[in-house]
């Protein structure tokens, strides 16, 4: 087992750069499964969830080649899968967005069967909106012990309307959709960042989705996907949490290959908090000199404050002078890390989905746990500007989402290392 061990108190200099967007990615690459012919994807991040998803799809028969040996750029050949059954239950249920499989198989063969999807599980992660989409558009949905089973005769493009935000259920009605005759109309769509991704995907491949951003995304069915090349847009998330971090331990950092406008919930809460954020076309810089500011936030779907920064935030604002209160509007509870930061000194009183957070500057290290992807990212946060030394353990849930976090953060001053210890031992 590998835990990450941080010494904190070192500022942050230098420059950084994000990488692809692990949540645009994990919904492009089940998306080529409905093209005719082979796909280019580049940007990709290196992380293990995009390997996850990878191997999912050459298991079902797709040909998939790192081209030049580069693992950020994958030509993916989908013409040898011809089965709808996805038979690789443990791969499917290492990762949450193995669902995408769901909407792109029924949307290429009219039928589908995929084994649960498993991923972060902070709280209750319901798929009802998603088979509520399937359902509209004509399908039968089935759900087996172990898998979900889709069948239909004959799919037709109808109005989906959703009386929950919902990303994945956003995207899984535009695969579904994508190639289903006439025309389908969803409303109260989701407008992340990856949904626009998804959709100029789909569009690169020859689809006819217009509205992807907006609250009403409408989509013409068309017969055939052909060949792409696409580039996956910077990981919002990823920048926000080096954002976060240069924040919580101070310092001066070009962060790179970003979108500034895809950070600006993010930016606004950090200038809130006294953090400086300088935007340039395709960077952004962040400098902290003085002391932190407490703030409120509260999570709400896009353009709204993201729940995936709501983590990385309590752990920033518990070094914040002052009181803070961040409310999570999206996720029932995602507040199960707080006893976590608590181990390290954070003054944190959670009122349902509500946490007061009692702001001080003497985090202090301690042995910690990271509970989801976003939690474990909130411990490196606090590490970073706690005294003293903390090991995180269960960095396998950091590493699904992060590429190379150690080398990007030590390049930019943190002392931060992996260490391989014996389980039992030393925990
Ligand atoms: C995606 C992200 C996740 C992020 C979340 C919200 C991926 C792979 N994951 O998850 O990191 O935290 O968006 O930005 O992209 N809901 C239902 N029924 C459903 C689906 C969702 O009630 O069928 C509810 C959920 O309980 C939640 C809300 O809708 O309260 C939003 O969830 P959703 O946007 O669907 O999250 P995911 O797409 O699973």
């Given at each position: 087992?590998?835990?990450?061990?941080?010494?904190?108190?070192?500022?942050?200099?230098?420059?950084?750069?994000?990488?692809?967007?692990?949540?645009?990615?994990?919904?492009?690459?089940?998306?080529?499964?409905?093209?005719?012919?082979?796909?280019?994807?580049?940007?990709?991040?290196?992380?293990?969830?995009?390997?996850?998803?990878?191997?999912?799809?050459?298991?079902?028969?797709?040909?998939?080649?790192?081209?030049?040996?580069?693992?950020?750029?994958?030509?993916?050949?989908?013409?040898?899968?011809?089965?709808?059954?996805?038979?690789?239950?443990?791969?499917?249920?290492?990762?949450?967005?193995?669902?995408?499989?769901?909407?792109?198989?029924l949307g290429k063969f009219g039928k589908a069967l995929v084994p649960f999807p498993g991923g972060c599980s902070f709280c209750e992660r319901p798929i009802n909106l998603h088979l509520k989409a399937f359902e509209t558009l004509g399908a039968a949905c089935n759900i087996l012990p172990t898998h979900i089973e889709l069948m239909s005769d004959k799919l037709e493009g109808r109005q989906i309307y959703f009386d929950v935000v919902s990303?994945?259920?956003?995207?899984?009605?535009?695969?579904?959709?994508v190639k289903v005759p006439g025309k389908t109309v969803i409303d109260r769509a989701a407008k992340e960042p990856h949904i626009v991704d998804l959709a100029n995907f789909l569009n690169s491949m020859g689809a006819n989705i217009k509205g992807a951003g907006t609250d009403v995304i409408k989509i013409r069915g068309v017969e055939r996907l052909h060949s792409c090349t696409y580039s996956i847009i910077p990981d919002q998330i990823e920048a926000g949490t080096y954002m976060a971090a240069v924040a919580a331990a101070g310092g001066n950092v070009l962060i790179k290959d970003v979108i500034p406008e895809h950070l600006d919930s993010i930016t606004a809460k950090l200038r809130d908090t006294g953090t400086i954020v300088e935007e340039y076309d395709e960077a952004v810089r962040v400098i902290r000199e003085d002391e932190l500011k407490s703030c409120n936030v509260k999570t709400m779907p896009h353009p709204g404050f993201?729940?995936?920064?709501?983590?990385?935030?309590?752990?920033?604002?518990?070094?914040?002078?002052?009181?803070?209160?961040?409310?999570?509007?999206?996720w029932e509870s995602r507040f199960s890390y707080i006893p976590q930061l608590r181990k390290m000194g954070a003054d944190i009183i959670e009122?349902?989905?509500?946490?007061?957070?009692?702001?001080?500057?003497?985090?202090?290290?301690?042995?910690?746990?990271?509970?989801?992807?976003?939690?474990?990212a909130a411990m490196v946060i606090a590490a970073l500007a706690a005294y003293g030394t903390t090991e995180i353990s269960d960095i396998r849930y950091i590493e699904r989402g992060y590429e190379k976090i150690i080398e990007k953060l030590s390049s930019i001053g943190a002392d931060i290392r992996r260490v391989t210890y014996k389980e039992n031992v030393d925990e």
């Open positions: 087992m590998d835990k990450f061990v941080i010494n904190g108190r070192n500022k942050l200099y230098g420059e950084i750069s994000v990488s692809g967007a692990k949540n645009a990615a994990v919904a492009i690459i089940p998306a080529v499964v409905l093209a005719d012919e082979p796909c280019v994807i580049e940007n990709l991040p290196k992380i293990k969830d995009v390997s996850v998803i990878l191997s999912i799809l050459k298991h079902m028969g797709a040909e998939v080649t790192f081209i030049d040996g580069d693992e950020s750029r994958v030509r993916i050949d989908p013409t040898g899968i011809t089965s709808h059954k996805v038979t690789c239950d443990k791969l499917v249920g290492d990762m949450r967005a193995s669902y995408y499989l769901l909407g792109a198989l990303v994945g259920a956003t995207m899984n009605a535009m695969l579904a959709a993201p729940t995936d920064m709501q983590p990385q935030f309590v752990a920033l604002l518990s070094t914040a002078h002052g009181r803070s209160r961040v409310m999570e509007c999206v009122n349902g989905n509500i946490a007061h957070i009692y702001g001080k500057q003497d985090l202090c290290g301690a042995k910690v746990h990271a509970l989801d992807l976003r939690a474990g």
